[in-house]
């Protein structure tokens, strides 16, 4: 079954079953790689991608239900790291092994994309679902304040800049 859709702002057409999953299509046709497999159930978040800026888990979205849509993985907020989140997930050193990281990403990019100051309760609300197995939840939720600030001074400098 050929689908078009876009991947990280690019336009792709891919052949496959029309029940494989998103995450494999990514992984095995799109060779993108950091969208992880966890658990295949929809249960630890390691696969979270946005469908349509929504997060969805990808190990049980077909690729059937994917034509037109808008995808984002790990590797579209940013290429070169500069996405808040990603600055703030390096500069308070998040991740242990790593595994989760770019579901707990797409998550938090979600959240602070609906809600750019989230509290720690709404923060733990919109997590809740990501398994991490190093347990850095609190790190997490530290760098998510971090780069909800981060998104703040970077709006504020470019709205300075831009009146000059």
């Not at 050929?2 to 060779?31: C, Y």
């Not at 609300?125 to 850095?136: H, P, S, V």
Request: proline share 4%; hydrophobic share 35%; aromatic share 4%.
């Amino acid at each position: 079954m050929a689908i078009t859709f876009k991947v990280n702002g690019q336009s792709h057409t891919v052949d496959v079953a029309p029940e494989m999953p998103l995450l494999w299509v990514l992984r095995d046709v799109l060779d993108l790689k950091g969208t992880k497999f966890g658990c295949g159930i929809s249960q630890c978040g390691a696969c979270t991608v946005h469908l349509n800026g929504t997060p969805i888990r990808s190990c049980q979205r077909r690729a059937s239900t994917l034509n037109g849509a808008e995808i984002t993985t790990v590797e579209g907020l940013a290429p070169d790291g500069s996405h808040a989140l990603q600055r703030a997930w390096e500069e308070l050193d998040v991740p242990q092994c790593g595994y989760c990281q770019a579901g707990q990403l797409m998550s938090a990019a979600a959240l602070l994309a609906r809600n750019p100051n989230p509290s720690d309760e709404q923060i733990d609300a919109a997590m809740n679902g990501n398994i991490c197995r190093c347990a850095t939840y609190l790190r997490i939720r530290q760098a998510i304040h971090r780069a909800a600030e981060l998104t703040a001074s970077d709006n504020h400098s470019n709205k300075s800049g831009a009146s000059r």
